[in-house]
């Protein structure tokens, strides 16, 4: 089995600045995991990295 390397999170630059209703992102070489800051004991969601794309992509346009 591969060996896990530990997910370094940090503060995603759509988040708000007054460290309020901030949304976590880290790279996980096959695509991106997402968790909520004051949430963190709940874990995280895992996206491939075309999801991941495409989600970047509809938030860049203002579709989400």
Known sequence: ???QRPLIFRKSSYS???GQNCVEVAD???GAAVRDNQNRELG???FGS???RAFLA????GRL
Do not use: L, N, Q
């Open 50 to 52: 075309a999801e991941w």
């Open 16 to 18: 708000s600045g007054k």
């Open 58 to 61: 509809d938030v860049k346009s």
């Open 44 to 46: 995280h969601i895992d």
């Open 1 to 3: 089995m591969p060996e």
């Open 28 to 30: 996980t070489g096959a």
